[in-house]
C-alpha cells in the first residue's frame, strides 16, 4: 500500500479511538490533594498523530497513564474505542523516555518479553516477527546482543520495537527521544513516521521539543501550567509524507512560533 493510500484510509467515520470528557485527576499525597488534571477534553480520530507538548508537571505522564489503564482518573471519564479504561489492554503499546530493558536479557528476549510476560511462552513465529520488527527500527542482526553493548539510540529502538510487537491500534509515547541527540532523535521520528504510515495507527506523542512535535504530528495539543487543561488544539496542515524537506517549509516556523507563544511562561 502506497503512503497517500494509507491516509486516504483513515477510518475517521469509526468514531474516536481515545476520547477524554471533563476528566481529572487529583493525588493524594503526603501534603495533601495534588490536582494534576483538570477537566481534560479532547479525542482522537483513528490512526490520527496527536503530539502534547507543556511544562514540565503538567500532567501529561498522567494523561498517558489513564489511557494506558495504569491509573484511573478521579473525575470525568476516558474512552478507548467507545468503552471506558478498566485496566492495561494488549492493544495498547507504550514507549518510555528510559527504554528500561532487562539488562540480563538478550535485544530478541527484551522485544518478546511481553508475550512471555502474558502467556508464559515464546514461540519461534514471536522470535521470527520480534526480528522482523527489529530490522524495521533498524536493528536488523542486534537479536542476541545485550542492552548494554548498544548506543541509547539503539536501545531506545529496541523499546519501540518492543511496543510494537503485537501491532497495537494504540501507541503512546512518552518523550520517547528526549534522552538522544539531536541527529539521533530526528531520524527516529521520520523512521517513526514511516512504521505508522506502513501499519496506521492511533499515536499519542509526548514531546518537550515544538519543533518535533510540529513536524511529526497531525495535531498539537498544549497543555497549561498544572493542573493540566488543554489551551490549544491545533491541526498541522503540512503535507505527508514528511521529511527532511518539510523542516524548512515556512509554515512549520509558523507553527512553532505559535505554540511557542503559547508556552513561555506568563509571570
Ligand atoms: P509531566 O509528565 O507533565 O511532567 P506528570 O503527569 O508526571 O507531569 O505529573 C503531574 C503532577 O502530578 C506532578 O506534580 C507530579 O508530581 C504529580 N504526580 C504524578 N504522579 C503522581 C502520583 N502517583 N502520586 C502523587 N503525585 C503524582
Ligand atoms: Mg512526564
Redesign the pocket.
Do not use: H, V, Y
Given at each position: 500500500m502506497g503512503q497517500a493510500a494509507a491516509f486516504a484510509e483513515r477510518p475517521r467515520a469509526l468514531g474516536p479511538s481515545i476520547r477524554f470528557e471533563n476528566t481529572g485527576?487529583v493525588?493524594?499525597?503526603d501534603e495533601g490533594p495534588?490536582e494534576?488534571?483538570r477537566g481534560v477534553n479532547f479525542a482522537m480520530d483513528h490512526h490520527e498523530f496527536v503530539a502534547v507538548l507543556?511544562?514540565?508537571?503538567?500532567?501529561?505522564?498522567?494523561?498517558?497513564?489513564i489511557i494506558a489503564g495504569l491509573?484511573a482518573p478521579t473525575s470525568g471519564r476516558v474512552d478507548v474505542f467507545g468503552k471506558p479504561v478498566t485496566g492495561p489492554r494488549d492493544d495498547i503499546g507504550i514507549v518510555f523516555q528510559a527504554p528500561t530493558l532487562l539488562s540480563w536479557a538478550s535485544v530478541e528476549d527484551n522485544v518478546v518479553f511481553p508475550i512471555r510476560h502474558k502467556t508464559g511462552r515464546v514461540g519461534e513465529a514471536d522470535r521470527a516477527r520480534a526480528r522482523d520488527i527489529l530490522a524495521s527500527v533498524g536493528l536488523e542482526g542486534f537479536s542476541k546482543r545485550m542492552p548494554d553493548e548498544l548506543s541509547g539510540g539503539m536501545q531506545q529502538r529496541v523499546g519501540i520495537a518492543r511496543a510494537l510487537l503485537m501491532d497495537p491500534d494504540i501507541l503512546l509515547m512518552?518523550?520517547p527521544f528526549s534522552a538522544l541527540d539531536a541527529l539521533t532523535r530526528e531520524e527516529l521520528g521520520f523512521e517513526l513516521l514511516k512504521i505508522w504510515e506502513a501499519r496506521p495507527k492511533t499515536v499519542l506523542f509526548?514531546t518537550h521539543s515544538i519543533a518535533e512535535a510540529v513536524l511529526l504530528a497531525d495535531r498539537v495539543l498544549v497543555?497549561s501550567e498544572?493542573p493540566?487543561r488543554i489551551i490549544e488544539d491545533l491541526a498541522i496542515d503540512l503535507p505527508r509524507p514528511r521529511g527532511i524537506e518539510t523542516t524548512t517549509d515556512n509554515r512549520m516556523h509558523d507553527y512553532a512560533a505559535h505554540l511557542r507563544s503559547l508556552l513561555v511562561k506568563r509571570h
Open positions: 485527576q493525588f493524594q499525597t495534588l494534576a488534571l507543556g511544562p514540565s508537571g503538567c500532567g501529561k505522564s498522567t494523561l498517558l497513564r491509573i512518552d518523550e509526548i497543555m498544572r493540566g
